[in-house]
């Protein structure tokens, strides 16, 4: 099953870094020192011809003294796209114990496009490489909170799970045998072994992915 990568985050990241670095009135050579990188990389990044990781993506708008949202906005000619068009959602760089709207958000926001934006939706960061090949470590993913689901709607969805005081990122399965309907957490890296909906204690799901915002190639 393919998985929607959504053009949720705008890709003009090259031409933001490259305006706000010119405005804070610092060289290629002296952002790359800062935030860590060869300054050939840096210029291949504004030139457009090479996406940062997120953590490079991070450390440079630090650096600039720029937020997140700030970098990935859409540009035009010089302009910012019009607000109208994208709302901030948090991001985090951990899942979120409850609503993400009551807890705080240790990456900053980044934007999305409006239809896409919620209350209860925020970006994350995937950290782990037990999506493979679905969902890349350092992939961003939009991902909608809800306090309970109904499993069958559910199924065959990539879920942000709880379980035993451990957190997770599994796609949702439904085992149907002569013995009766059983449910499935599993990973598309075939080198994690399934695990049983119940047989941890506290096992919760809240959470489900809609869609890759951001990747590098």
């Given at each position: 099953m393919d998985f929607p990568q959504q053009r949720i985050v705008s890709p003009h990241v090259?031409?933001?870094?490259?305006?706000?670095?010119?405005?804070?009135?610092?060289?290629?050579?002296?952002?790359?020192?800062?935030?860590?990188?060869?300054?050939?990389?840096?210029?291949?990044?504004?030139a457009g011809n090479s996406l940062p990781s997120l953590t490079v993506l991070i450390r440079i708008s630090k650096e600039l003294g720029v937020p997140l949202a700030e970098m990935l906005r859409e540009e035009d000619l010089g302009k910012q796209t019009d607000t109208a068009e994208s709302k901030a959602v948090p991001y985090f760089g951990k899942i979120p114990a409850g609503p993400p709207s009551e807890c705080v958000a240790d990456m900053g926001t980044v934007p999305v496009l409006?239809?896409?934006w919620a209350e209860d939706r925020y970006a994350l960061q995937i950290d782990s490489d037990s999506m493979l090949p679905t969902l890349k470590p350092n992939?961003?993913?939009?991902?909608?909170?809800?306090?309970?689901?109904?499993?069958?709607?559910?199924?065959?969805?990539?879920?942000?799970?709880?379980?035993?005081?451990?957190?997770?990122?599994?796609?949702?399965?439904?085992?149907?045998?002569?013995?009766?309907?059983?449910?499935?957490?599993i990973?598309?890296?075939?080198?994690?072994?399934?695990?049983?909906?119940?047989?941890?204690?506290?096992?919760?799901?809240?959470?489900v992915v809609l869609g890759i915002m951001w990747r590098v190639p």
């Open positions: 090259g031409a933001n870094i490259k305006r706000h670095r010119q405005k804070a009135g610092i060289t290629q050579v002296e952002l790359a020192k800062r935030a860590g990188i060869d300054s050939s990389y840096t210029s291949q990044i504004e409006h239809h896409l992939d961003l993913v939009l991902v909608q909170w809800c306090e309970s689901y109904d499993l069958d709607h559910i199924a065959n969805k990539i879920c942000i799970c709880w379980f035993d005081g451990m957190n997770a990122v599994k796609r949702l399965k439904k085992e149907v045998t002569k013995q009766g309907t059983s449910w499935l957490l990973s598309d890296n075939k080198k994690y072994k399934p695990i049983r909906l119940g047989e941890y204690a506290n096992t919760k799901i809240q959470g």
